[in-house]
């Protein structure tokens, strides 16, 4: 059996899978963020330690017999972030994830220096304050003393993987997200280390997602429950382990969308894609020889989330109450939209000072159309997105939909029209990513190869576009473009 933990956002979701590929039990362990002014988005690496120790025990004890049966334990996690560790290996302070933004003068010392097409030419990716590199500076010009003591920067599953086995590493996928890795060489970058005026011995080495960096030491044996020699595997970054979970091995296994508190389109490729417009980026896959051109909003799912906390806080089943009625209102279509953008933006326009803002309110406006707008918005966002892949020579004919917010019926029809593409809920919404760390350790071990991607997860519903709606949503997909256009000024003002 493999377990595989999944290091999100609000919590490690933890999956223990047998020899087949069937997942016999699910947990999921939450964990809070810190969110601050001007930016400021942190974790304790020691929460995620103990949602990791937490969860193996509840696995385990779920499913009597299992623990003398554990092959192999592999992960998945928040990419872009900044762990920096001290000479031993402790946290020098809290972890920067991805969604925090104050890097924003390091991230344009880089572009100074480098040149915004040079970079996205040698990292896939646009220099970006949600990137590790911009964070690692941040923190040596704002927190000296912490930057003093730290010697190594790693990402949130790295760090897990260092306290089970006392190995620390990294791999491609989650390297390929710290603006600082030469994709084409498959190394860090010296040109971007050297005009970030940081260390090449801050970073780690990088080794294959499927390799067994080391075994669980006994002391990790007597925190996690686990027995001591257990093989772990490194696995990899959310993004490319949501999309082997969901089936995405190839160029013809189509596209997915993840709807998380972070949401995303992305497809497989034999290379990297390099939109002349740098509105995507493109992260090595898990697999070898592949890579995920990726298109990341930074608050999808979490807009969904924000929209419902202040609408029905506390409520019970408020999230099915709320789309119920968003499907039966309009928002686009009566003037209303939603720029998505509470914690700045990634893709289509990378901008770290972008907000959130609803236009076109009118007095007669429910809480059932703001829903709607937040919905429409998260779907023109990506949509943007999709456009990028398909304008540089993508084809995609059909969307694999995962995530929380897939579990709405209601949110997957939007998409559906307004894409103009049939979306398909996976089986295993909440569990792809894990479950792909799962592959991916199983892969490691012996027990499975990555064929086995495609056979683990079922179609549990499916959604066509409406073509009407489709052709209306076109022009509301022009306007909402429109409408962040002319706010950006008044953004930088902000």
Request: hydrophobic residues 40%; proline residues 5%.
């Amino acid at each position: 059996m493999i377990i595989s933990h999944d290091l999100g956002t609000t919590g490690n979701k933890a999956t223990l899978v047998d020899a087949d590929g069937r997942m016999v039990s699910a947990v999921t362990v939450e964990y809070g963020t810190d969110f601050g002014p001007h930016g400021r988005a942190e974790q304790n690496p020691e929460d995620w330690w103990d949602a990791v120790c937490r969860a193996s025990r509840a696995l385990v004890d779920a499913v009597p017999g299992s623990r003398e049966r554990i092959a192999g334990v592999s992960f998945s996690g928040q990419m872009m972030g900044a762990v920096l560790l001290d000479a031993s290996g402790g946290p020098v302070r809290p972890a920067i994830i991805w969604a925090d933004t104050r890097s924003t003068a390091q991230t344009t010392t880089l572009v100074e220096r480098v040149g915004m097409e040079r970079a996205y030419g040698i990292t896939g990716h646009r220099l970006n304050a949600t990137y590790s590199l911009p964070k690692v500076m941040w923190v040596r010009d704002n927190d000296p003393d912490a930057f003093a003591a730290a010697r190594r920067v790693v990402c949130a599953k790295d760090y897990v993987v260092f306290r089970l086995t006392g190995v620390l590493a990294t791999d491609p996928s989650d390297a390929s997200g710290m603006n600082a890795y030469d994709q084409s060489a498959g190394t860090w970058s010296e040109e971007l280390l050297e005009a970030a005026d940081v260390d090449r011995s801050m970073f780690v080495d990088i080794v294959p997602s499927t390799s067994i960096v080391g075994t669980i030491t006994a002391d990790a044996a007597s925190a996690t429950g686990l027995p001591a020699g257990t093989p772990v595997v490194m696995g990899g970054g959310d993004g490319p382990m949501a999309a082997l979970g969901t089936g995405i091995t190839g160029p013809e296994s189509g596209a997915y969308a993840y709807l998380g508190s972070s949401s995303w389109v992305s497809y497989a490729s034999d290379a990297p894609l390099h939109d002349p417009e740098m509105r995507t980026m493109t992260f090595n896959h898990v697999i070898p020889g592949r890579f995920v051109p990726t298109a990341t909003m930074q608050a999808g799912g979490a807009s969904l989330q924000w929209i419902v906390d202040v609408l029905a806080p506390g409520q019970e089943e408020r999230y099915s109450t709320l789309l119920a009625g968003a499907a039966r209102a309009e928002a686009s279509q009566d003037g209303l939209y939603f720029l998505p953008h509470l914690l700045g933006e990634r893709s289509p326009y990378w901008n770290p000072r972008a907000r959130a803002v609803f236009a076109g309110l009118a007095r007669h406006h429910t809480a059932d159309n703001l829903v709607r707008a937040v919905v429409e918005g998260i779907a023109f966002n990506l949509q943007t997105g999709l456009l990028a892949f398909t304008q540089n020579g993508a084809e995609i004919s059909g969307v694999q939909a995962i995530g929380g917010a897939a579990n709405s019926g209601e949110f997957l029809q939007i998409l559906s029209d307004v894409w103009g593409q049939p979306i398909r809920r996976r089986a295993l919404v909440d569990e792809a990513t894990s479950l792909g760390a799962a592959i991916v350790g199983g892969v490691g071990v012996g027990l499975f190869d990555f064929d086995i991607a495609s056979r683990l997860s079922d179609e549990t519903g499916s959604y066509s576009p409406d073509a009407e709606r489709h052709a209306d949503y076109q022009n509301a997909h022009r306007l909402f473009v429109d409408a962040y256009r002319r706010l950006e000024p008044w953004f930088d003002e902000l």
